[in-house]
């Protein structure tokens, strides 16, 4: 009776390693097997972001420029700010163990997984101000927004990243 019971418990064990793994590999969790490349594709989001606020910074530093220009990289912004907070599973932490594809350095503090509601929450908040900012009525109107735009990226970075990589404020 003892072995058979013991026989069932590791029947039992193996089927539930059988379903982690089966789980683990389920279709779309790029996480799990391309966690390096959801890092690149988080900065390369970012990088994207930066492009299109350079024009931004440029007017709000005084550059003659159209607001036209101004508001659609405003509202690109927010649609790539809206998708890069969807770009952080677990596996993608700072020193997780990357055995997938290949490892990517990453900038993200792990602050970001301590509290993801609160990471979250700051990521919208700074999608919605550039949302704002793609609406302007005028010119003095999106500098303003623009203004508050280039804060919500400096202070994110003050408070979300870690290395000499990403831009200090
Ligand atoms: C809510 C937080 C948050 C906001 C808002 C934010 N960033 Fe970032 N940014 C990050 C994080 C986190 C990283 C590090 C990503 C990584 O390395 O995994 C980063 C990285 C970057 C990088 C480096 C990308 C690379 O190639 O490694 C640039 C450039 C950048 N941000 C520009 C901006 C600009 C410009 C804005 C404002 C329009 C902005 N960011 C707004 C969180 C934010």
């Known amino acids: 009776m003892k072995p058979r019971l013991a026989r069932a418990g590791l029947l039992?064990?193996?089927?539930?390693?059988?379903?982690?793994?089966?789980?683990?590999?389920?279709?779309?969790?790029?996480?799990?097997?391309?966690?390096?490349?959801?890092?690149?594709?988080?900065?390369?989001?970012?990088?994207?972001?930066?492009?299109?606020?350079?024009?931004?910074?440029?007017?709000?530093?005084?550059?003659?420029?159209f607001l036209k220009t101004l508001r659609d990289n405003a509202y690109t912004i927010s649609s790539l700010l809206s998708a890069f907070t969807h770009l952080f599973p677990p596996q993608t932490k700072p020193g997780a163990p990357l055995a997938n594809d290949w490892p990517t350095p990453t900038a993200a503090s792990?602050?970001?997984?301590?509290?993801?509601?609160?990471?979250?929450?700051?990521?919208?908040?700074?999608?919605?101000?550039?949302?704002?900012?793609?609406?302007?009525?005028?010119?003095?109107?999106?500098?303003?927004a623009g203004a508050k735009l280039r804060a919500a990226c400096d202070s994110c970075h003050a408070r979300y990243t870690t290395s000499q990589d990403a831009p200090k404020p």
């Open 12 to 65: 039992a064990g193996s089927f539930a390693m059988y379903v982690g793994a089966v789980c683990a590999q389920e279709a779309g969790l790029t996480g799990d097997k391309h966690a390096g490349d959801v890092v690149l594709a988080r900065q390369l989001l970012m990088t994207e972001v930066e492009a299109n606020m350079m024009a931004i910074d440029f007017a709000l530093g005084g550059r003659e420029t």
């Open 110 to 144: 792990i602050k970001i997984w301590e509290d993801f509601e609160a990471f979250y929450e700051t990521t919208q908040a700074a999608a919605n101000i550039a949302l704002d900012a793609s609406k302007a009525a005028n010119m003095d109107a999106f500098k303003t």
